[in-house]
């Protein structure tokens, strides 16, 4: 499979490693896929259609050529499109989507790891893959690398999901945890700054806009809505108090930002809100940036997945994951998974 990555930011350089190394990962021998093309948004981009030199690659700061990623598209022979771009809010997804629409009308699959497609446009998308029999995949999205999409779509067949409930957000998760702790939401949000947890401006995540956009995913991909983030109820996080947190501990019990999406009749509702969880339930164990997903389903009951830990090649192998489900299905050519 020849991929063309459209952006090249932590993960992306995390991804290009492990290619570039495979033999370090003895469950990676049977993964024949080369890199055609890089794009950024501000280091340039690189193309070889004999495959890059992945090693050359990352010791590159910028890169010689100037396709933009729409550009690399239409002119670039590829199987797969790997769509790393960084997530836009305020543009709810808007480049993404376009790179995505362009990508498979023009017969190439997708790869994103870019939760606003699945967030604003993921039933025109899947449409659309399905007219051109293309795959269109996205398991990096919610939780890294872990099996999300997989659990759902492969090992739940045949259930239907009727609720949806996580902790998803990293930076609050760690804040929250380091406020327990005896720090203010300063000092906590600061640390986990220091660390790269947190953005310069951590107030996406704080004010639960990352965690809705996760929610509105999830809930358009398990779920069959149409949700988008502005329709998902959310609760800043940045009211809580150390002394908030010390007293919910005195009753036994942890505040966790709790994701949720769920059946109401005929209608999907979604909220990002604080919860005291009691310390008898799974979420209360869930510790910095871990996260943790419960599905409730009619046949199956509650399944719930874990996250401890997570890092560069956690979320390198969501991609990785769905290069394998992808090759899975037969020849690439004629893959129609979404």
Same mark, same amino acid.
């Given at each position: 499979?020849?991929?063309?990555?459209?952006?090249?930011?932590?993960?992306?350089?995390?991804?290009?490693?492990?290619?570039?190394?495979?033999?370090?990962?003895?469950?990676?021998?049977?993964?024949?896929?080369?890199?055609?093309?890089?794009?950024?948004?501000?280091?340039?981009?690189?193309?070889?259609?004999?495959?890059?030199?992945?090693?050359?690659?990352?010791?590159?700061?910028?890169?010689?050529?100037?396709?933009?990623?729409?550009?690399?598209?239409?002119?670039?022979?590829?199987?797969?499109?790997?769509?790393?771009?960084?997530?836009?809010?305020?543009?709810?997804?808007?480049?993404?989507?376009?790179?995505?629409?362009?990508?498979?009308?023009?017969?190439?699959?997708?790869?994103?790891?870019?939760?606003?497609?699945?967030?604003?446009?993921?039933?025109?998308?899947?449409?659309?893959?399905?007219?051109?029999?293309?795959?269109?995949?996205?398991?990096?999205?919610?939780?890294?690398?872990?099996?999300?999409?997989?659990?759902?779509?492969?090992?739940?067949?045949?259930?239907?999901?009727?609720?949806?409930?996580?902790?998803?957000?990293?930076?609050?998760?760690?804040?929250?945890?380091?406020?327990?702790?005896?720090?203010?939401?300063?000092?906590?949000?600061?640390?986990?700054?220091?660390?790269?947890?947190?953005?310069?401006?951590?107030?996406?995540?704080? +004010? @639960?806009?990352?965690? $809705?956009?996760?929610?509105? =995913?999830?809930?358009?991909? &398990?779920? #069959?809505?149409?949700?988008?983030? %502005?329709?998902?109820?959310?609760?800043?996080?940045?009211?809580?108090?150390?002394?908030?947190?010390?007293?919910?501990?005195?009753?036994?019990?942890?505040?966790?930002?709790?994701?949720?999406?769920?059946? +109401? @009749?005929?209608?999907? $509702?979604?909220?990002?809100? =604080?919860?005291?969880?009691? &310390?008898? #339930?799974?979420?209360?164990?869930? %510790?910095?940036?871990?996260?943790?997903?419960?599905?409730?389903?009619?046949?199956?009951?509650?399944?719930?997945?874990?996250?401890?830990?997570?890092?560069?090649?956690?979320?390198?192998?969501?991609?990785?994951?769905?290069?394998?489900?992808?090759?899975?299905?037969?020849?690439?050519?004629?893959?129609?998974?979404?």
């Amino acid at each position: 499979m020849r991929l063309l990555l459209l952006g090249f930011g932590n993960v992306g350089r995390r991804l290009a490693e492990i290619l570039a190394d495979r033999t370090v990962y003895p469950g990676l021998a049977d993964l024949d896929v080369s890199v055609v093309g890089i794009t950024t948004g501000s280091r340039g981009s690189i193309a070889d259609p004999a495959g890059l030199d992945l090693r050359s690659v990352l010791k590159q700061v910028r890169f010689p050529q100037h396709l933009t990623s729409l550009d690399a598209i239409r002119t670039l022979d590829c199987d797969v499109v790997v769509e790393m771009t960084p997530l836009d809010i305020p543009g709810r997804g808007a480049a993404a989507i376009a790179h995505i629409r362009e990508a498979l009308e023009r017969g190439r699959h997708v790869i994103t790891c870019n939760k606003g497609p699945l967030a604003w446009a993921y039933r025109p998308l899947r449409d659309l893959a399905r007219r051109h029999g293309r795959a269109f995949l996205y398991e990096t999205t919610v939780m890294d690398g872990a099996p999300v999409f997989n659990l759902a779509q492969q090992c739940l067949r045949g259930n239907t999901i009727q609720r949806i409930e996580g902790i998803l957000n990293s930076t609050s998760n760690s804040v929250l945890c380091a406020m327990e702790k005896g720090q203010s939401l300063e000092e906590a949000v600061a640390a986990a700054q220091a660390i790269g947890v947190a953005e310069a401006d951590p107030r996406n995540d704080l +004010d @639960g806009w990352d965690a $809705a956009v996760k929610t509105a =995913a999830l809930a358009n991909v &398990l779920l #069959d809505a149409e949700m988008t983030p %502005e329709q998902v109820e959310r609760e800043s996080m940045t009211a809580i108090t150390p002394a908030t947190i010390q007293a919910a501990l005195a009753r036994g019990r942890r505040i966790k930002m709790v994701c949720e999406a769920w059946r +109401d @009749g005929g209608q999907i $509702a979604g909220r990002v809100t =604080a919860r005291e969880i009691p &310390l008898t #339930d799974p979420f209360a164990l869930v %510790e910095g940036i871990g996260s943790i997903l419960r599905l409730t389903t009619d046949i199956a009951g509650k399944i719930v997945l874990t996250e401890e830990d997570p890092d560069l090649s956690t979320t390198a192998y969501g991609v990785i994951s769905d290069l394998y489900r992808l090759s899975s299905h037969g020849q690439v050519a004629n893959a129609t998974v979404s």
